[in-house]
Structure formats: structure tokens, C-alpha cells
């Protein structure tokens, strides 16, 4: 008998007939297919049950059984499960990889200073009290990409303005092309300027800097220092720094001069001296005070210090910050209103003081706010919330409105008469504003939020009234005249740019970025020349002094290119600024409540910070 071919054999099983006549066989064949077309079809019910279902497989194994072939249901679950722990198994491979690329992706972006999110147009015309409420879609906005580079090229002329003529000295003189040392040679430009770099992707820049940080910053110094003007640049600074690339050179160096600043604090109230020598101690305050302390350079140290308490894990310095509002606690006034001189040694507030929101009282306000934010809004904060709600009960019966044109604006009080006065410093109050409102209740919400809008609007209105479009230092309002120039320089600040911020991220409304950008090209107009940026001497005139102020760089060209940033740039959900823009990480804040004795709270652990975010008038040294 012939033999039939290999091949010929092979091509049988193709065969219908071989099977109608092996019905086992069959059957097998059938269970087989059907079983695989299973792991292949419905693959998102097997996601969400994360098990083949033993009820889909129990006829296939009673089939088995009835046709004699010897596989039981065990042999079908283990088929469907190793179906599925394959399938998943290549889905979490593909998934991993995806991943890898989207943060190689996002890395690009930040380090373009790009990450390109934007909000839906409809915000436009509906503003929301919370921040969460904000709908933002995943798109490049090709207008505010452009205008964020236009600011990023701005700060890089600045900067390397700074670098060539002023390199490691506090400030840049443009016009006459040279460095001065106005805060005792800390290098005040580059160490406000660290986060800056970092933020807008300059990582060159960082990194000199950085090196200058490591090599060359001695805080040993026979230099007579502002506590609040060290601490919201340096501290601030080198903190902010910190936090945002994970270097410990930042850290150690921030514990270095805020060890240097701790003695100013050795007061019978624990109220601070507001000035003291860097290198043999000796805290003192100003002569032109009468020996008192300011407010706020007194209660305009506790976000930093409670942030080098969580990263060091040392309790000292976050007790020494946080003594001085438990001291102004308990005298705490009822409309929240303090005058700006305060006697360290009695920690009586002087009556005949003025009360501001202006030079030296509007950041200790700030920070009232701020804390309770660092703080995770828990209770061992929940004081630091009552007191500035209750000063904000203060502000309202400081708000009046001017003539003709209805513009709000925040007076200030001298004994039992208002005066009709409002520094430009004071133009960051709306964005405070902004900030706290999501704490009240919904109708109380909507009046503050309100409140916030038409402040910020007579503030953009400093700069719109006039002739370079620039704000003067202050403003009076008059009846039938609305606001006039009182004292009429700019040195470049940023407090009204930092309320648009806080308005166009809690409303989305890009009106206020609008306000910004004419604020930079204003900017851009009068203040740059070939060596750096300058002020004014005058915002009628135009003609320019000669400074570049460290807080340019550090904050109105840091909140100009967070202006036209997706609100994912330095999250306010992860982030908050210290009233120098530094922005610092909020981390867990565990303390046990204070008790009623008055013990000191202390940090419960070290924070682990992991890389990836309104001064006093600035009055000359009067010793």
C-alpha cells in the first residue's frame, strides 16, 4: 500500500470532512476559538473585573467533560487567566513606555519654559470664587506663548546685564554700568533671581549661579542688616531654590544667615529687632523709630522660618517666628488694624502710628493669610485665619470710593482721621484677597472676590493714568479728580502684576492678562536700555534713574511670565509665595495644637522635599 506524503498529511486537519468524522476533536477546536476570541473581544470588562469570570468559562468545561476529553474547568481558568496576565502584562509595558515619553515630554516643556495648558474661552465670562472650579483644556495658546517668551528674553537681558557689570555685587546701576552693594555684599540679585532662572527653564544661568552660591557667598560680614530684607531675599531665596531642584547647598547656606538673624529675636515679647550685625550679633532698630519695631518687617518672617523648621527638622527657628503672633494675639485689636510701630519690650502698639496696607504694615497681613496656607489651612494654623479675617473686617472700613469714576482704594488711618491715600506697595491686596476667599462661605466669597476686582482695577489704572503708562509710588484721591501722582518715581515693582496673577487664575478671565502685557510693553518702553532695566524718577517725565532693583528680577518678571503660564506653572494648590515671590513647597504640617499654657508648637518631622514654584518702602539706612 502507497504511503501518503508529510504534506499531504498536514493539509487533512484543514480538512471539514477530518473533523466531522473526530466530533471530540471538533468540539476541542470549537472551545478553543471561541475561548480566544474571548481574551480578545470585551477586553475592557476584563480591566475592570481583573479576573476571567468563572461563570464565562464553567460550559466550556462541562462541555469538555461531556465529550470525554479530559480538560476540566481548571484547565479553562488557567487558559482565560493566562490570556488575560499576557494581555495586561503588554498593556502595562505599553503604558510604562507611554509614560517615560510624557515625562521626557514634560521635562522638554519646563525646560522651554513652556508646559502649555489654557482655559476654556467660557471662563471668560464666568468667574469662580474656587480655584478648582477653573476649566483649563490641554493646548498651545500660540499668543501667550509668544508674550512668555517675550518676558523670558527680558529677564535674560536683565540678567546678563547683571552678570557683566555687576557680577556677584547686591545691585546693577545700568547707566553708569556698575555693581553696588546695597545689602552688605550678599549678591541680593543673584540669590533673588536663583527660582527665576529655574522657573523659566534657564538652566545655564541656574547652574553659575548656583556655583557663585557654593563658592563665593560668605554671610560672615561687619554688615549692619535689615532681618526682613535678608530674610524675604536671601532666606527666601536660597529656600525657593531649594525646593525647586532638591540642591542642599541651598539649604545649608539658608541655615547659615537665618542662624546669623536668630538673635534679633531675643526681645522680653519675643518681638523682633528689625536690625542686627551679621557677623557679631548685636540686633538694634532703627533710629528714625524711636527704637520700635516695625510690623511688618516683625510678622514678615514666619513663612520662612516655619519652611527652614520643616526642612531642617530644627524647631527653632519656626518657634521664634511664631512667638511674635502669639505675642500680638493676645492684644489683638477688634478690627484687626495694627499701627505700624510696636515696642519690642512691652509688645504695646503705638497709638499715634499710622495704619497701612501700604510701606511697612501690608506683608504682615500676607503672611497672616500665607501661613494658614503653608500650614495645610489645619488647626494648629487656624488662628493665623481668624486674625487676618478679622483684619480684613479692618480693610472694608478703610475702602471708599473716589469721583467721578468710582475707583475703590484703601486708605490709611493717622489716630481717628482717614487720609485719602494709597501706596502702589499696597497693590497687593487684591490678589491677597483673591487668595482668602475660597475660605468664607459662598456669599461672603463673592463680596470679597468682588472687592478684589475693583481694587486691582484702579490699580492697573496707577499705570493707565499715566504718561509712560507707568505707576507712581503713591496716589491721592480727591473729590471730582479720581487718583493723582503723589510721589512720582517707579523702581519697578511688581505688587499690581502679582494681583493679576492671583485674579486671572482664580477667574480666568483674560482681561488681566491683557493689563499685564500693556504693563511689560510700559516696561519695555521707558525702563530697558542696552545695560539692564532702570526706574523712573518720574512716570510723567520718563526720565530714568539709575537701579535695577533685585525684586525686578525676583518678582515682576517672574509673575510677568506666570501671567502668561498655565496655572500648572507653580501650582497655588502646591506652592506659596513669600512676599519676595519666592515660592515655597507646602508640605505636611503635623504640629500638635498649642495648649493652654501656651506651649510652642514644634515640627513633628523632617519635611522631604522633592524637586519638580512688599517690602517697607524700601526707606534708605537711617542708623
Given amino acids: 500500500m502507497a504511503r501518503r506524503s508529510s504534506s499531504s498529511s498536514r493539509w487533512r486537519y484543514l480538512h471539514p470532512a477530518y473533523y466531522l468524522k473526530r466530533p471530540k476533536r471538533l468540539a476541542f477546536l470549537f472551545i478553543v476559538f471561541v475561548v480566544a476570541t474571548?481574551?480578545?473581544?470585551?477586553?475592557?470588562?476584563?480591566?475592570?473585573?481583573?479576573?476571567?469570570?468563572p461563570g464565562f468559562l464553567l460550559p466550556f468545561s462541562v462541555l469538555a467533560q461531556i465529550l470525554d476529553l479530559g480538560l476540566g474547568f481548571e484547565f479553562f481558568n488557567f487558559l482565560g487567566r493566562s490570556l488575560y496576565v499576557d494581555w495586561i502584562y503588554h498593556?502595562?509595558?505599553?503604558?510604562?513606555?507611554?509614560?517615560?515619553?510624557?515625562?521626557?515630554?514634560?521635562?522638554?516643556?519646563?525646560?522651554?519654559?513652556?508646559?502649555?495648558?489654557?482655559r476654556e474661552d467660557s471662563t471668560h465670562t464666568t468667574d469662580k470664587v474656587a480655584h478648582n472650579d477653573n476649566v483649563w483644556e490641554s493646548e498651545i495658546d500660540p499668543v501667550n506663548n509668544q508674550r512668555r517668551e517675550k518676558v523670558k528674553e527680558a529677564m535674560l537681558h536683565a540678567?546678563?546685564?547683571?552678570?557683566?557689570?555687576?557680577?556677584?555685587?547686591?545691585?546693577?546701576?545700568?547707566?553708569?554700568?556698575?555693581?553696588?552693594?546695597?545689602?552688605?555684599?550678599?549678591?541680593?540679585?543673584?540669590?533673588?533671581?536663583?527660582?527665576?532662572?529655574?522657573?523659566?527653564?534657564?538652566?545655564?544661568?541656574?547652574?553659575?549661579?548656583?556655583?557663585?552660591?557654593?563658592?563665593?557667598?560668605?554671610?560672615?560680614?561687619?554688615?549692619?542688616?535689615?532681618?526682613?530684607?535678608?530674610?524675604?531675599?536671601?532666606?527666601?531665596?536660597?529656600?525657593?531654590?531649594?525646593?525647586?531642584?532638591?540642591?542642599?547647598?541651598?539649604?545649608?547656606?539658608?541655615?547659615?544667615?537665618?542662624?546669623?538673624?536668630?538673635?534679633?529675636?531675643?526681645?522680653?515679647?519675643?518681638?523682633?529687632?528689625?536690625?542686627?550685625?551679621?557677623?557679631?550679633?548685636?540686633?538694634?532698630?532703627?533710629?528714625?523709630?524711636?527704637?520700635?519695631?516695625?510690623?511688618?518687617?516683625?510678622?514678615?518672617?514666619?513663612?520662612?522660618?516655619?519652611?527652614?523648621?520643616?526642612?531642617?527638622?530644627?524647631?527653632?527657628?519656626?518657634?521664634?517666628?511664631?512667638k511674635v503672633i502669639r505675642q500680638l494675639q493676645k492684644t489683638y485689636p477688634s478690627d484687626g488694624l495694627l499701627p505700624i510701630y510696636i515696642n519690642p519690650h512691652s509688645g504695646a502698639a503705638a497709638s499715634y502710628a499710622t495704619v497701612t496696607f501700604g510701606a511697612m504694615g501690608d506683608s504682615f497681613y500676607e503672611y497672616l493669610?500665607?501661613?494658614?496656607?503653608?500650614?495645610?489651612?489645619?488647626?494648629?494654623?487656624?488662628?493665623?485665619?481668624?486674625?487676618?479675617?478679622?483684619?480684613?473686617?479692618?480693610?472694608?472700613?478703610?475702602?471708599?470710593?473716589?469721583?467721578?469714576?468710582?475707583?475703590?482704594?484703601?486708605?490709611?488711618?493717622?489716630?481717628?482721621?482717614?487720609?485719602?491715600k494709597m501706596d502702589e506697595l499696597a497693590c497687593f491686596v487684591p490678589g491677597m484677597l483673591a487668595l482668602g476667599s475660597s475660605g468664607y462661605g459662598p456669599e461672603k466669597a463673592e463680596k470679597i472676590l468682588s472687592l478684589s476686582k475693583e481694587l486691582v482695577w484702579t490699580c492697573y489704572n496707577f499705570y493707565q493714568s499715566t504718561p509712560t503708562k507707568l505707576a507712581g509710588e503713591n496716589y491721592y484721591f480727591r473729590?471730582?479728580?479720581?487718583?493723582?501722582?503723589?510721589?512720582?518715581?517707579?523702581?519697578?515693582?511688581?505688587?499690581?502684576?502679582?494681583?493679576?496673577?492671583?485674579?486671572?487664575?482664580?477667574?480666568?478671565?483674560?482681561?488681566?492678562?491683557?493689563?499685564?502685557?500693556?504693563?511689560?510693553?510700559?516696561?519695555?518702553?521707558?525702563?530697558?536700555?542696552?545695560?539692564?532695566?532702570?526706574g523712573l524718577k518720574d512716570v510723567n517725565t520718563g526720565v530714568k534713574d539709575n537701579m535695577m532693583q533685585s525684586f525686578f528680577l525676583a518678582e515682576t518678571l517672574k509673575y510677568l511670565y506666570l501671567l502668561f503660564s498655565p496655572p500648572s506653572v507653580i501650582s497655588f494648590d502646591e506652592w506659596v509665595f513669600n512676599t519676595e515671590a519666592h515660592p515655597l513647597k507646602i508640605v505636611p504640617r503635623n504640629d500638635k495644637v498649642e495648649n493652654e499654657e501656651g506651649a510652642e508648637a514644634k515640627p513633628q518631622s523632617k519635611a522631604v522635599i522633592r524637586p519638580f514654584g512688599r517690602k517697607q518702602g524700601r526707606i534708605s539706612d537711617h542708623n
Fill in 38 to 53: 474571548f481574551a480578545v473581544w470585551d477586553r475592557q470588562s476584563l480591566v475592570r473585573e481583573h479576573e476571567v469570570s
Fill in 369 to 420: 493669610l500665607k501661613v494658614w496656607i503653608q500650614g495645610n489651612k489645619t488647626e494648629a494654623v487656624k488662628h493665623y485665619r481668624e486674625m487676618w479675617e478679622t483684619s480684613m473686617e479692618g480693610l472694608l472700613s478703610l475702602i471708599r470710593k473716589s469721583t467721578p469714576s468710582s475707583f475703590s482704594y484703601i486708605c490709611e488711618q493717622n489716630g481717628g482721621s482717614l487720609s485719602n
Fill in 479 to 534: 473729590d471730582g479728580q479720581d487718583m493723582s501722582v503723589g510721589t512720582s518715581w517707579n523702581i519697578l515693582r511688581p505688587e499690581t502684576v502679582e494681583s493679576l496673577v492671583y485674579l486671572w487664575r482664580f477667574t480666568g478671565n483674560k482681561t488681566y492678562q491683557e493689563w499685564g502685557w500693556n504693563i511689560f510693553q510700559a516696561f519695555e518702553k521707558n525702563s530697558r536700555i542696552d545695560s539692564g532695566y532702570v
Fill in 91 to 118: 498593556k502595562q509595558a505599553e503604558i510604562t513606555k507611554l509614560q517615560e515619553q510624557l515625562n521626557r515630554l514634560q521635562d522638554q516643556l519646563r525646560n522651554a519654559g513652556a508646559s502649555k495648558q489654557l
Fill in 159 to 322: 540678567w546678563n546685564s547683571y552678570v557683566k557689570y555687576a557680577w556677584g555685587q547686591d545691585e546693577l546701576q545700568p547707566q553708569t554700568k556698575n555693581g553696588v552693594n546695597s545689602f552688605g555684599g550678599l549678591g541680593a540679585t543673584l540669590v533673588d533671581s536663583l527660582d527665576t532662572l529655574y522657573i523659566m527653564g534657564l538652566r545655564d544661568e541656574f547652574q553659575k549661579a548656583r556655583e557663585w552660591v557654593a563658592t563665593s557667598l560668605d554671610f560672615n560680614k561687619d554688615y549692619v542688616a535689615s532681618v526682613f530684607e535678608t530674610t524675604i531675599r536671601v532666606v527666601g531665596g536660597l529656600l525657593s531654590a531649594y525646593d525647586l531642584s532638591g540642591d542642599k547647598i541651598f539649604l545649608e547656606k539658608a541655615k547659615d544667615i537665618a542662624d546669623r538673624l536668630l538673635p534679633a529675636w531675643d526681645t522680653p515679647t519675643g518681638i523682633p529687632y528689625n536690625r542686627i550685625n551679621l557677623a557679631h550679633g548685636n540686633p538694634h532698630n532703627h533710629g528714625w523709630t524711636g527704637g520700635e519695631s516695625i510690623l511688618a518687617d516683625s510678622g514678615t518672617e514666619q513663612l520662612e522660618f516655619i519652611a527652614l523648621s520643616q526642612r531642617t527638622g530644627d524647631p527653632k527657628y519656626q518657634q521664634k517666628a511664631e
